[in-house]
């Protein structure tokens, strides 16, 4: 297995252009998650899915879009990015999630974006 | 609302000493606890996570945490340090209204190893 894939790994956008941001998973995993790392603040969520076709938002959604049309694949994208989105992005998966059960979560390696 | 504290944002420890990383964090319920590695330009290793039941819980590469309630903490701890420990720590709680996937994490302490 792959595990959990991201492309690109380094991006450079100008303000004002749009990007998606790929994650792919091969291990048949309901839930995908995506978020951001900046210094001093950790990894903050921006959205997830439990399932194809459901997505959410979470601590940090705006400026970010999400859809899930298949189990593998959760794109993130930016529709117009500004330098406050200068950030690594981390995309996460696991196994279906029921409110109070957990499954443990695998994380990509990341994609390091700059706007300037 | 879920909130985790690392007071520490960089420890410095000489190799085979023993290690504690701080974690407090904020939770009205029960939380699902985490420790997570972040080794340089890679991605988050979970180290170790709490559910429920024995509050000292044993993780992988020697590391352990115990959970304590009452002071809303889950130190990790690792009696002898290896220089291959330098990396970035994060804990984590998950739960909530949105599921126990979904994770609070704190900002980090950072670790270096001294010969």
């Known amino acids: 297995n792959a595990g959990v894939t991201q492309t690109p790994k380094f991006q450079v956008l100008k303000t004002g252009q749009s990007m998606t941001l790929q994650c792919a998973q091969d291990?048949?995993?309901?839930?995908m998650s995506w978020y951001r790392q900046d210094p001093g603040m950790g990894l903050r969520l921006i959205h997830y899915?439990?399932?194809?076709?459901?997505?959410d938002q979470g601590e940090v959604p705006n400026g970010y879009n999400v859809s899930r049309s298949t189990t593998e694949d959760f794109p993130l994208r930016l529709l117009s990015a500004a330098p406050s989105q200068t950030s690594v992005y981390f995309c996460?998966?696991?196994?279906?999630?029921?409110?109070?059960?957990?499954?443990?979560?695998?994380f990509g390696p990341g994609t390091r974006l700059t706007v300037l | 609302a879920q909130s985790v504290t690392q007071p520490d944002i960089h420890i410095t420890v000489s190799e085979g000493a023993s290690l504690e990383l701080r974690c407090n964090y904020s939770y009205g319920a029960t939380p699902y606890l985490f420790w997570y590695v972040q080794s340089p330009g890679q991605g988050l290793q979970l180290l170790l996570k709490y559910f429920s039941g024995d509050t000292l819980v044993q993780g992988i590469k020697g590391f352990e945490a115990e959970f304590k309630r009452s002071q809303s903490s889950f130190n990790l701890r690792k009696p002898s340090v290896h220089w291959s420990d330098a990396a970035e720590y994060f804990c984590?709680?998950?739960?909530?209204?949105?599921?126990?996937?979904?994770?609070?994490f704190g900002t980090g302490t950072r670790l270096t190893v001294i010969p």
């Open positions: 291990m048949n995993h309901e839930y």
């Open positions: 984590a709680v998950g739960g909530g209204a949105r599921g126990a996937n979904n994770l609070f």
């Open positions: 899915s439990v399932g194809a076709g459901i997505t």
């Open positions: 996460a998966s696991s196994y279906g999630t029921s409110g109070t059960s957990y499954n443990e979560q695998f």
